[in-house]
């Protein structure tokens, strides 16, 4: 065999060689991009459940505050947290619509910008819900009334709900802390960036992983 001869034989083996490896890059793109909306179908379906429970919270808050009458107190607090019901509601129903929204035929980067808007986005819904630690005698307020029809601003001891109220103030300083900490400016903090997981879930974590292995692997086929 000449010299000319191997060389076309090695160049139809090498175009070949090519093909097979672009087909294998578009079928494992194809395989994970699946496991990547499965994912995402499961933060919609937990989303889709917390929305309905903020409703049926917000459904029995408003109630209390109607059936409150005079009872200023209770009125307050009912509404007070049915404000952190609505918020919290909203929030899932903007989730969802912006992970049913996401492009999988855009290019990774894209996807992943997509991701790291929805896990920034329940970030902010779930900072926005530590405000409502300081309101600690608000749920106390809430409870009471739900569990035993008892009035507790109307009848327990003054020093006890002075202790609450006290309890509630303790809470400001660490709530602030956390607002200032818990973003993605800081997520080389380990702990900070654990937490931002836990708060996008393990569906969108799990599908952030799913899009870096992509890139990964798209990227060693453009070195190679």
């Known amino acids: 065999m000449e010299l000319e001869d191997f060389k076309t034989i090695w160049g139809a083996y090498d175009k070949k060689l090519d093909k097979a490896l672009q087909y294998n890059a578009v079928a494992v793109r194809a395989l994970t991009l699946g496991k990547v909306q499965s994912a995402l179908r499961r933060f919609m379906?937990?989303?889709?459940v917390e929305a309905v429970?903020?409703?049926i919270v917000i459904s029995?808050?408003?109630?209390?505050?109607?059936?409150?009458?005079?009872?200023?107190?209770?009125m307050a607090s009912a509404l007070t947290l049915c404000l952190f019901a609505v918020v919290g509601l909203v929030g899932c129903v903007q989730q969802m619509v912006l992970a049913a929204r996401v492009d999988y035929a855009a290019p990774i980067p894209a996807?992943?910008?997509?991701?790291?808007?929805?896990e920034s986005h329940a970030l902010g819904f779930a900072r926005f819900a530590l405000l409502s630690f300081p309101l600690y005698l608000a749920y106390i307020v809430v409870i009471f009334k739900a569990l035993w029809n008892i009035n507790i601003l109307a009848t327990a001891d003054t020093n006890w709900l002075i202790?609450?109220?006290?309890?509630?103030v303790a809470f400001v300083p660490p709530v602030i802390w956390l607002w200032r900490t818990v973003n993605h400016r800081n997520i080389h903090i380990p702990w900070v960036a654990a937490l931002i997981e836990q708060i996008g879930g393990e569906s969108l974590t799990a599908a952030m992983v799913l899009l870096r292995e992509i890139e990964g692997f798209e990227t060693e086929g453009e070195m190679a």
Do not use: H, P, Y
């Open 53 to 55: 429970l903020a409703f």
């Open 163 to 168: 202790a609450q109220s006290i309890v509630g």
């Open 45 to 48: 379906t937990v989303r889709m």
């Open 60 to 74: 029995f808050l408003s109630g209390m505050a109607l059936d409150a009458g005079a009872e200023w107190g209770i």
């Open 111 to 118: 996807l992943q910008k997509n991701l790291i808007a929805l």
